[in-house]
Structure formats: structure tokens, C-alpha cells
């Protein structure tokens, strides 16, 4: 029973460098997301795949870049990361749109990232 | 534009009913969410109302939608300790898979 599955939980990075941070869900999900959570400003949406072989930007995109490996496979990648990318990032996945139909977004635990 | 708005903190007492509420501008909201956020969790759905119903129950969930003055609240009975955690509301179309949130409501339960 995984669900949504990030890596890492945790981790420093200085100003410049890249990382790749990467989510997996085993629950045949067509849609997957990547958001991050800073204080007072909610979740903001930075990427989305509505299925495999696609990709979207969100509210926040810029800074990031993220690919669709597969349909379980979704990885957010910070080429140059800068202070203003100090965060926790959520990934999710759900079904997907459907014509009529809630959109319900499994997330998992969280990825706290710090740049210096 | 879309946006959601919630107020930052409310703090009840154990046993207390709390009421959180939640504004949204979009008027073509189809569905509306809540999710629950334990400290170091990621968000889990508590539950979610389509825009053409007023209220949906669920065990000591009671969520009330007033689609005209575009104002959601939720109502947890009984209020434990357990229920302290950050409450999301949340906003889709079904034109959208984009769900938009608000900043969070942080509840304290207090013995």
C-alpha cells in the first residue's frame, strides 16, 4: 500500500546546484503533479502531467523542469537552484479528468528542500 | 481569476465543535475539496462537495456550501486532539485537472 512515494525526504543544497527530486505511485493513476508548499501561500502547482507522454506548466514553473518517465514515474529536476526554491515539494497523482467527476489528488509525505 | 482564501488559525477546546471556512472566487467551480495536513504528512482528502449540493454529511464532517456568496465552511463535532492539523480547502473545474488551494487553516485543539 505505497501510494505516492517521494525521494529524498530531506535535503541541503547550495546556490547553483542541480538535484532531481523523484515520485512513484503504484496506483495506476493517469495524472500526476508536483506542487510546493510554502508558509501562508497554500500548495502552488509547478508542473503536472495529465497522462504519460505529457506535461504542463502550473502557477509556478519557472526554475524547474520535470519528466514523465513513465506512468508511474514523475521526477521534478532543479537545474541551478536559487534561495527563493527553499521548500517543501508534494507530489500527487489521481485518475484524471473525466467529464463529470471529482479530481481526487493522492499526495505523498514530502520533499523539504533548503538552498543556501 | 481564481483564488481561495481561508483564515490562518483557530484554536477550540476538546469536545468543542470547530467551523472552518473558506472563500472562492471562481464561479465555475465544479468541485470543492478538504484535505488534512498532520505535521511532517503530506495532505490526505477528509472530503469533497459537488457546487449543486448545499451540505454533505460524513460521520463528524459536516461541510455547507453557499454557492452564491461562494462561501464553503467545514464542521468537525466533537473536536479531539487528534483533529489538530492544517485544513486545506481546495477548488477544480471539470474543464481543469488543476486543483487550486487555499493557504491552509492551522487548528489548535486545546485539552
Known amino acids: 500500500n505505497a501510494g505516492v512515494t517521494q525521494t529524498p525526504k530531506f535535503q541541503v543544497l547550495k546556490t547553483g546546484q542541480s538535484m532531481t527530486l523523484q515520485c512513484a505511485q503504484d496506483?495506476?493513476?493517469?495524472?500526476m503533479y508536483w506542487y510546493r508548499q510554502d508558509p501562508g501561500m497554500g500548495l502552488r502547482l509547478i508542473y503536472y502531467s495529465a497522462s504519460e507522454g505529457t506535461t504542463d506548466k502550473g502557477e509556478v514553473p519557472n526554475g524547474y523542469n520535470v519528466s514523465r518517465l513513465n506512468k508511474r514515474e514523475f521526477s521534478l529536476r532543479l537545474e541551478s537552484a536559487a534561495p527563493s526554491q527553499t521548500s517543501v515539494y508534494f507530489c500527487?497523482?489521481?485518475?484524471?479528468?473525466?467529464?463529470?467527476?471529482?479530481?481526487?489528488?493522492?499526495f505523498g509525505a514530502g520533499s523539504r528542500l533548503t538552498v543556501l | 481569476g481564481e483564488d481561495v482564501e481561508q483564515s490562518l488559525f483557530l484554536s477550540v477546546r476538546e469536545g468543542d465543535s470547530s467551523v472552518i471556512n473558506c472563500t472562492y472566487t471562481d464561479s465555475s467551480s465544479t468541485y470543492l475539496y478538504w484535505y488534512k495536513q498532520e505535521p511532517g504528512a503530506g495532505l490526505q482528502l477528509l472530503t469533497y462537495?459537488?457546487?449543486?449540493?448545499d451540505m454533505k454529511q460524513d460521520q463528524r464532517l459536516t461541510v455547507l456550501l453557499n454557492k452564491k456568496d461562494k462561501h464553503l465552511s467545514l464542521r468537525i463535532a466533537d473536536t479531539q486532539t487528534g483533529d489538530s492539523a492544517i485544513y486545506f480547502c481546495a477548488e477544480s473545474m471539470d474543464s481543469s485537472y488543476k486543483l487550486i488551494f487555499g493557504s491552509g487553516t492551522r487548528l489548535l485543539v486545546r485539552p
Open positions: 496506483m495506476n493513476h493517469n495524472s
Open positions: 462537495i459537488f457546487s449543486n449540493m
Open positions: 500527487a497523482s489521481s485518475v484524471g479528468r473525466r467529464l463529470s467527476g471529482a479530481n481526487v489528488l493522492t
